[in-house]
């Protein structure tokens, strides 16, 4: 007879197995221990100075500007809303939408050890950025371009390959603790005033009044890196670079004259504007073999003849003005070559009595030398007058009683060939010396 199948339920005495349980190394468990303990610290140092000016740069270059104005303290907040945040970014470039992510995404941010004050609610942490020198740059891609084109199609191409020139600065996160919280101070309403009067002392550079000029960079420069604000100091670097460029020129005032006379006028007349009112036009070439940046034109008014003659007013007005900040390729930043024409056009300021009563006669005020490291095109083909660059300038309108009174006519061949007028009868050796 068959035995039953014998199994552990019919085994009296059977071992049933269990489970295995579950055992955790010691390792495992201060591994694990340590994890948690560090998870709290991490979160702190996210909190701290440094943490912040992290996170901060974190969300600029990754375009949520949001997250960057939260971090922003309350006197910011008051100063500007979001909207108007988004114009004045601290430590971001300072240029047009359609340029400003490409050249952010090119930037690189260091951080430094955070400083905390004696006060405990304030404190610093440095920051060194490398980045496109913006001016350069642009002169260069315009250089290659030529006097006909611009470097903008190939600034995205230079941006991309990192063929671009670099500057790197230092600049500084001042933080306040607000609430428990530290936050990013950025002073826009300080910065603002500072920001105005470099617009004012660009109108004085232009002019080529250097003497006035400088004292007014100086002065920015001490205000900017006398605030406690975020991207201040940044921005007085910039205004320093500007600086060295006036300063160059301010000491090459015997060069600078002495290349006046390499500066010829050449179709000058007193014509109507569109607007109706008396404008000087002619056209001027560079026969020297230097980069002229900014040449400015004098328009002196004569009354009087014989013993009589006298200088009854004088203006001032540019006629090459070649930025020294960039423009964002909005037109070529090419310096007045040697060997190129440039048409010019500026209406006259000088008061209506005066223009009835006197003649104008136009010289060469001033020339400032380019001192930009970017190299100069070549000139192709001297210009024709049909492709001589010209600024954007009133168009003149021939006025008859103008032309009846000889102001708008041809000079006399004794004239000098940069003269809207016939010369004075006894013009005074000055204006003789520039012609």
Known sequence: MPRPLETNATKPHAEVSKPPQPVLRWRTIVVCLAMCALLPIAGCARNRPHGIAERYLENLQQFNYMACYQLLSDGDHNDRNLREFLTEIPLAPDISPLWFRPVLHSMHFELGQEHRNSDGLTAVVPVRITMPDLPLWERILDAAAGPEGSGEEAAQRSLDTGDYPKWTYDDKFFLVK??????????????????????????????????????????MIADLRSQNATGSLGLAAVYEAELAVIRKNQAQIAERSAYIPKLTLSGVAMKMSE???????????????????????????????GKNLKAVHREEHPVVVTPITFTDFTSPVIPFLPGETRRFGFILTAPTPVQQAAAPYVTIASVAFT??????????????????????????????????????????????PHSATKPPAAAPSAAAHHS
């Open 275 to 305: 607007e109706r009112v008396p404008a000087i036009f002619g056209a001027i070439t560079n026969s020297g073999d230097k980069g002229v940046d900014e040449v400015e034109l004098a328009v002196t008014w004569y009354q009087g003849r």
């Open 371 to 416: 001192q930009s490291a970017a190299p100069l095109p070549k000139l192709h083909a001297p210009p024709s007058a049909s492709t001589m660059r010209s600024p954007k300038t009133p168009a003149a309108k021939a006025s008859p009683k103008i032309a009846a009174r000889g102001i708008a006519g041809t000079p006399a061949p004794t004239a000098p």
């Open 178 to 219: 607000e609430h428990h919280h530290w936050h990013i101070v950025a002073g826009f309403g300080v910065r603002d005033r500072v920001v105005d009067r470099h617009r004012e002392a660009i109108v004085d550079y232009t002019d080529q009044h250097f003497d006035k000029a400088i004292p007014e960079w100086q002065s």
